[in-house]
């Protein structure tokens, strides 16, 4: 169990325009989801924490208007990148918690804006 | 603000070596210390501890966390070619604001 989907697994997209991003949990309810993203041979940075059912916290720097995030549902959070520049090339990550303090991560989408 | 610091950054052995990683922290409200393995894509979750002084093992992986050092580590004996991987600890701030600092990771290479 305890298995963390995203799609897509990697997209390229023209400056300017919006790429949403989805994670699931598949085989369990995660109230809390969180939005990481990484640069290449750079850490894990979050970005935001998003909760089911209300507005997500966003970490300091993290523009809330650039990243919108939405967690309709306890097994899906979405990650829309609104005009995408070349700097928001990234790896995305998310990951959704389940018991306890344990958060299991998807696989990551990589996102390339040209 | 949270700090992680992992050491060495990189590190390269032979098959059958034992290697043992190094994470310091400084988080507010410490309430556990998770370690991920990250081959290509994301990373997966290998120990969460909690108490100070008790080994967690799995297989030829084991960890350990000592509150008193802000510290954790992490073993692998008898290293194989499918060990080599970025091995990322976090720890976790408590309270409400639940969250995973993650250290900038460990580059373990192991060749044949």
């Known amino acids: 169990g305890a298995v963390v989907s995203q799609h897509p697994s990697w997209v390229i997209c023209k400056s300017g325009t919006s790429v949403k991003i989805e994670c699931r949990s598949l085989d369990f309810q995660a109230t809390t989801m969180f939005w990481y993203r990484q640069f290449p041979k750079q850490s894990l940075m979050l970005m935001a924490t998003s909760n089911e059912g209300s507005k997500a916290t966003y970490e300091q720097g993290v523009e809330k208007d650039k990243f919108l995030i939405n967690h309709a549902s306890l097994t899906l959070s979405t990650l829309t990148v609104t005009s995408a520049h070349p700097e928001d090339s990234s790896f995305y990550i998310c990951s959704a918690k389940r018991d306890g303090d344990t958060q299991y991560f998807g696989p990551g989408t990589r996102l390339t804006v040209l | 603000e949270d700090k992680v610091v992992q050491s060495p950054l990189s590190l390269v052995v032979h098959e059958g070596d034992t290697v043992t990683l190094n994470c310091s922290y400084e988080v507010t409200n410490f309430r556990s210390l998770l370690w991920y393995k990250q081959e290509k894509k994301a990373p997966t979750f290998l120990f969460m501890l909690t108490s100070s002084g008790i080994e967690k093992k799995s297989g030829r992986l084991s960890s350990i966390l000592d509150k008193k050092e802000l510290s954790s580590i992490l073993n692998i004996t008898a290293t194989q070619t499918g060990d080599s991987a970025i091995y990322l600890c976090?720890?976790?701030?408590?309270?409400?604001?639940?969250?995973?600092?993650f250290g900038k990771g460990t580059l373990l290479t192991v060749n044949p």
């Open positions: 976090a720890p976790r701030s408590g309270g409400s604001n639940y969250k995973l600092t």
